[in-house]
């Protein structure tokens, strides 16, 4: 069962890469500056953190 999720997550992670480069490759075609500028804030902000931590909205 263990390999079983094991699989299952990885295959979700690799839809969700697939999803945030096609997204990502889109809005540098229609918006490339903002796209770009958007990048380079959250490659900056992360500081070597691999993951978001997460904050609700308010």
């Given at each position: 069962m263990?390999?079983?999720?094991?699989?299952?997550?990885?295959?979700?992670?690799?839809?969700h890469?697939?999803?945030?480069?096609?997204?990502f490759a889109a809005a540098l075609d229609a918006f490339p500056d903002a796209a770009l500028r958007a990048l380079a804030d959250v490659?900056?902000?992360?500081?070597g953190r691999t993951t978001?931590?997460?904050t609700p909205f308010t």
């Open positions: 263990c390999g079983r999720l094991l699989t299952r997550i990885a295959v979700d992670e690799n839809l890469m697939l999803f945030y480069r096609d997204f490659v900056s902000s992360s500081s978001t931590p997460h």
